[in-house]
């Protein structure tokens, strides 16, 4: 019989110090797709914050409370990250597992920005960009979705089947920024 056993979608790629940038793996945690029936948006919201103490955010935001969040995923689409789900959201919104679907690499320091300039479509500075901003995106080749968690913090989400392609073009592009600086 098959002996499985579970592992990181990055693995031994991460962590990794770069320059001024460091590179890692956030840690696995539940994560739910959450797609509102339709008319039904502010039910979801609702049910949300009783059971989380988070309100559906607006296009291109985030909302955090204690190691929870949820994050605008897309037109009528958010993503539940920290926690497992509470009562009352599978009555009015579809719910995906979504847990080992997704890599997430945190990207810290004050050249993070420049790192990720190299390879999204998107000004990502903080006066752009601030703290709680989310877009979904093109990374290169992959689709992705960024999130700025802190000053100089920002979390990448990549299709967990591309953690590997994701990582290189990460190191790649950081090693070449601080190639600029060295």
């Given amino acids: 019989m098959a002996d499985l056993t579970a592992s990181s979608p990055a693995g031994a790629l991460l962590p990794k110090r770069i320059g001024g940038v460091s ?3 956030a840690a696995f945690v539940p994560m739910t797709g959450i797609s509102p029936y339709a008319g039904e948006v502010a039910q979801v919201s609702a ?40 009562e009352g959201l599978g009555d009015h919104a579809a719910l995906t597992d979504q847990s080992d679907a997704w890599v997430t690499v945190e990207i810290s320091g004050a050249a993070g920005v420049d790192v990720l300039a190299r390879l999204v479509p998107l000004d ?12 979904r ?41 601080a190639a600029r600086v060295g």
């Fill in 137 to 177: 995106t093109e990374l290169y080749h992959m689709q992705a979705a960024i999130a700025r968690t802190g000053a100089e913090d920002l979390r990448v989400m990549c299709f967990r089947s591309m953690a590997g392609t994701l990582v290189h073009d990460l190191v790649t592009a950081a090693e070449a920024v």
């Fill in 47 to 86: 049910a949300l914050e009783a059971a989380h103490g988070l309100r559906l955010p607006g296009p291109g935001k985030m909302a955090v409370a204690g190691g929870v969040s949820v994050l605008w995923f897309g037109r009528n689409r958010w993503m539940l990250i920290g926690s497992a789900l509470g």
């Fill in 124 to 135: 990502l500075r903080p006066a752009a960009f601030p703290e709680g901003s989310v877009a």
């Fill in 23 to 25: 590179l890692s793996e």
